[in-house]
């Protein structure tokens, strides 16, 4: 018997964009584990230093830290932790 899981079932995938030294980067890995751990539910987390690819620093050098939820711009610069939440409330 074959077992198809729901794209809802899948945990929510957050990809924080940041680099060394930013202030904000920091408020915004406290903000996200903060929401996290009020959830108690599984969303697998990735943070990316932008230094580490010429594209990204291109693509996001000015706006981080950037927040993606499930590979959607979610936010930039800082994280409203009642929005990120409700967005990981939602199912996918």
Do not use: F, N
Request: aromatic share 4%.
């Amino acid at each position: 018997m074959e077992t198809r899981h729901r794209l809802k079932d899948v945990p929510h995938r957050v990809t924080l964009y940041s680099k060394p030294g930013c202030h904000l980067c920091d408020d915004a890995r406290t903000a996200i584990a903060d929401v996290i751990g009020r959830l108690g539910a599984s969303v697998d987390v990735d943070e990316i230093d932008i230094l580490s690819d010429p594209v990204l620093q291109e693509r996001y050098g000015e706006e981080i830290p950037v927040v993606l939820i499930d590979g959607k711009m979610h936010t930039y610069w800082r994280v409203d932790q009642a929005r990120l939440e409700k967005a990981l409330k939602e199912p996918r």
